[in-house]
């Protein structure tokens, strides 16, 4: 285990929230920017100090694990159901055909084009869901409009993985995909049926102190989840996000200050050490050379940073709330087109395959990278005064019962 890289992993994940509150007088870049940006320059592809190693890949894999828990956790489905879920899902559709026909076609080869197709209809919603928290938006019709296009952006494409990408044909793939989706139906009946007060009392009783039962459940839940996906030969983070929501269902009858106190340790254990784990490592496996050697791999790098924006953002203008105005549409459309963490995953596996060459990977990459640092920032600097958002469209309760 090299000393350098795991002072620099802690050490990076404390400067980046500096950095950007630093910046952050000037203008609203997301912190998951820095965190990649800095493991790229202590990375092997600038400054040579760190280097991923099996521990920090560990660490890493587990951190993106938590990401999409924490994304699962945060689904509002109540407030989603209805016209926004079905619009979302719409687009998604649209959005997955175009994007394998553009990526058949932009690819060296059939199966390059999937791999790239399915990064292309990706949504960022672990990245996205702690920005519109942060700026008050999660309840308004727009931050429901945004979390239905995000939470089927992220969905989908796991299901797309776990399908296409498993190397199996994809008949056995989807019924392996729905013993997956019977197993995790009947754990999500369970956390219904668990949602009394005895349990509930359980994991208050131990809140402050050194049992922390509710955060230990919580890391049974994921550790269970995944293994269930590796064991089915299911991509990890499907049952990561499955076991966020069934979370979500189990801690839903718990009193409100004994769930905020439960999500805000899961938070810190996620976005404290976890979480800029994975987005430094992330910075410190980006193959920098691959992608600035080839100057048609570093052309690739605009292209899908725009097919990011026709494919995956403009499908989403379905869901968006009734009379929305024009710079709220551009808005959703950003959004929407904001991914990274299941182009990473995607990129890996296709690499695994070898189906994806390193200079395509790194420019899909760096093309997530650009959408996380451009998109979120144009989206709220055309919402304007985000401390009142949502004053001129319906509620969210009228969004949901809309057909």
Not at 385 to 398: S, V
Request: hydrophobic content about 55%; glycine content about 10%; proline content about 6%.
């Amino acid at each position: 285990m090299d000393a350098v890289t795991v002072f620099l992993l802690p050490a990076l994940a404390a400067v980046a929230p500096l950095l950007a509150s630093v910046v952050g007088r000037v203008a609203r870049v997301p912190l998951v920017v820095f965190e990649i940006v800095l493991g790229i320059i202590v990375g092997p592809s600038v400054l040579g100090w760190a280097h991923p190693q099996l521990f920090t890949d560990y660490l890493s894999q587990f951190g993106l694990a938590t990401l999409f828990f924490v994304a699962g956790s945060e689904i509002n489905f109540t407030a989603i159901k209805g016209r926004p879920i079905t619009r979302a899902i719409i687009g998604w559709v649209i959005s997955l055909v175009v994007a394998v026909l553009v990526g058949v076609a932009l690819g060296p080869t059939p199966d390059a084009g999937v791999f790239i197709g399915i990064a292309l209809c990706s949504t960022a919603l672990g990245t996205i869901l702690p920005m519109l928290r942060d700026a008050k938006e999660l309840s308004t019709p727009f931050g429901v409009a945004v979390t239905a296009i995000g939470a089927v952006g992220e969905f989908g494409p796991l299901l797309a993985i776990s399908i296409f990408l498993s190397g199996r044909n994809p008949g056995v793939s989807a019924i392996v995909l729905l013993v997956f989706v019977v197993i995790a139906c009947f754990g999500v009946w369970l956390a219904f049926r668990g949602r009394n007060s005895r349990i509930h009392t359980v994991l208050a009783a131990s809140l402050h102190t050194s049992g922390q039962f509710a955060i230990r459940l919580i890391i049974f839940l994921i550790g269970a989840l995944v293994a269930l996906s590796l064991a089915l030969s299911l991509d990890m983070l499907l049952g990561a996000f499955v076991a966020g929501i069934m979370w979500r269902v189990l801690s839903s009858g718990a009193p409100e200050h004994n769930r905020e106190q439960i999500d805000s340790k899961i938070e810190a254990v996620a976005f404290g050490f976890f979480v800029p784990i994975f987005f430094i490592t992330t910075g410190m496996k980006f193959d920098a050379k691959a992608l600035f050697t080839d100057p048609h791999v570093l052309l690739l790098v605009p292209v899908f940073l725009v097919l990011l924006v026709i494919v995956r953002g403009m499908p989403g203008i379905l869901a968006a709330p009734p009379g929305s105005s024009r710079k709220d549409r551009i808005a959703i459309v950003l959004f929407g087109a904001t991914g990274l963490p299941i182009i990473v995953a995607v990129t890996s596996i296709g690499e695994r395959a070898g189906a994806l060459s390193s200079g395509i990977s790194s420019a899909l990459v760096a093309a997530g990278i650009m959408s996380v640092l451009l998109f979120p920032l144009i989206a709220f600097a055309l919402r304007g005064d985000i401390d009142t958002p949502g004053l001129k469209h319906p509620t969210a309760d009228q969004l949901s019962s809309e057909p």
